[in-house]
């Protein structure tokens, strides 16, 4: 029964999520934080851009349009429209670096997010098998249960308390098994009177140094 308990402890300790599963979880979390902040670089680039283009448009018209003929109005229409230009064409250089750049987060998200399937997926496998487990553990131990409530009934009072103390102070473990004459328990060999009064099977013998009850087979 304690080792039925013990493993039933065992096995409930390890329900619920793993450690495993909450890092790849958290994980796919982050690098959708990641791609999310570089979409939104890439978003405000595009504005920017775009705006940058129905600027140089709206100066092209000016400048081409044979309104405007005063020369240095013209000059400096001309100076507007280069630095667009020039203004344009960083913006592109950095939209494309910031699209190279989307395209390694999005993978590394994507590779995030499959690892956390593996890992869930043997995560529930697992927590099945503990759950199965914990029902057979459960129905064991009540197996167990009735059986010693069964054996308790009539036995005497005294020699109950006694096996109570020694499993108390002896992690568990009230009786020891005598082979060849020695106590399984500390392994101190047994004087032969306490042998023989064991053997008789009359009344409960102790081992004289654990103290454990002796069980000769
Ligand atoms: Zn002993």
């Given at each position: 029964m304690d080792s039925a308990v013990a493993k039933l402890n065992e096995v409930e300790a390890?329900?619920?999520?793993?450690?495993?599963?909450i890092a790849a979880r958290e994980l796919v979390e982050q690098r959708k934080g990641e791609a999310h902040e570089i979409q939104g670089r890439q978003k405000s680039l595009d504005l920017d851009a775009e705006e940058a283009r129905r600027k140089a448009l709206e100066i092209e018209g000016r400048l081409y349009g044979g309104t405007?003929?005063?020369p240095?109005?013209?000059?400096?229409?001309?100076?507007?429209?280069s630095s667009l230009r020039s203004q344009l064409r960083k913006r592109e250089d950095a939209l494309l670096e910031v699209m190279l750049e989307l395209e390694d987060?999005?993978?590394a998200l994507a590779e995030a997010e499959a690892a956390l399937a593996e890992t869930e997926a043997a995560w529930r496998a697992e927590q099945d098998s503990?759950?199965?487990?914990?029902?057979?553990?459960k129905g064991e131990i009540e197996v167990l249960e009735a059986r010693r409530?069964?054996?308790?009934?009539?036995?005497?009072r005294a020699e109950l308390s006694l096996y109570q103390t020694l499993r108390e102070r002896r992690q568990g473990a009230a009786v020891a098994v005598v082979?060849?004459?020695?106590?399984?328990g500390c392994r101190i060999t047994l004087p032969m009177s306490v042998l023989q009064k064991a053997r008789s099977g009359l009344g409960l013998v102790q081992c004289v140094s654990c103290e454990r009850i002796l069980l000769v087979n």
């Amino acid at each position: 029964m304690d080792s039925a308990v013990a493993k039933l402890n065992e096995v409930e300790a390890q329900l619920g999520e793993s450690e495993e599963l909450i890092a790849a979880r958290e994980l796919v979390e982050q690098r959708k934080g990641e791609a999310h902040e570089i979409q939104g670089r890439q978003k405000s680039l595009d504005l920017d851009a775009e705006e940058a283009r129905r600027k140089a448009l709206e100066i092209e018209g000016r400048l081409y349009g044979g309104t405007v003929k005063n020369p240095k109005e013209l000059e400096d229409l001309q100076a507007d429209l280069s630095s667009l230009r020039s203004q344009l064409r960083k913006r592109e250089d950095a939209l494309l670096e910031v699209m190279l750049e989307l395209e390694d987060a999005e993978k590394a998200l994507a590779e995030a997010e499959a690892a956390l399937a593996e890992t869930e997926a043997a995560w529930r496998a697992e927590q099945d098998s503990l759950v199965q487990g914990q029902a057979a553990l459960k129905g064991e131990i009540e197996v167990l249960e009735a059986r010693r409530v069964g054996q308790v009934d009539g036995m005497d009072r005294a020699e109950l308390s006694l096996y109570q103390t020694l499993r108390e102070r002896r992690q568990g473990a009230a009786v020891a098994v005598v082979e060849r004459g020695l106590c399984q328990g500390c392994r101190i060999t047994l004087p032969m009177s306490v042998l023989q009064k064991a053997r008789s099977g009359l009344g409960l013998v102790q081992c004289v140094s654990c103290e454990r009850i002796l069980l000769v087979n």
